[in-house]
């Protein structure tokens, strides 16, 4: 799991009935997107994290989506150097989760705070429009 220096964390992954993935465009780099993710509360479960973090973030919930499944590993990744928060975090390790939208009219309400745009994207696109330092688990995860 997490050590001192790498943040617990989980990712929520929704797909479509197309097999698309809803991406989220991040507010403080414009044309980087990404999946919600987030920390682990202390005394939260991983799976309630996701549901916390996907409702947080999207105002998806339980009307909205399924959890269909998890992938069966942590997948860490390192921070750049610019991104580290003064050699207190080197990067995070996350659970991801995978969540199937009930209807494909769903409309998810981005947070305004860390994202401000969503769209339907084939799993390659977002691996090449996620932030380079983690497009490698973005790809081990999404990858068909």
Do not use: C
């Not at 980087?32 to 916390?52: C, K, M, S």
């Not at 050699?87 to 981005?110: E, H, M, N, T």
């Amino acid at each position: 799991m997490a050590s001192a220096n790498f943040r617990a964390g989980v990712v929520a992954v929704v797909a479509n009935s197309r097999d698309e993935v809803l991406a989220f465009e991040r507010s403080d780099v414009p044309g980087a997107w990404q999946l919600p993710q987030g920390g682990i509360d202390v005394g939260e479960a991983p799976f309630e994290a996701a549901w916390r973090e996907l409702g947080e973030e999207t105002g998806l919930g339980s009307g909205d989506v399924e959890l269909i499944g998890e992938h069966p590993t942590w997948m860490a990744y390192e921070f750049p150097d610019h991104v580290r928060s003064e050699g207190k975090r080197l990067g995070q390790v996350q659970r991801w989760y995978f969540f199937r939208a009930l209807s494909d009219d769903v409309i998810p309400s981005p947070d305004r705070v860390e994202f401000v745009a969503w769209m339907w994207v084939d799993r390659d696109w977002l691996v090449e429009h996620v932030v380079s330092f983690r497009s490698d688990v973005y790809r081990a995860v999404l990858a068909r």
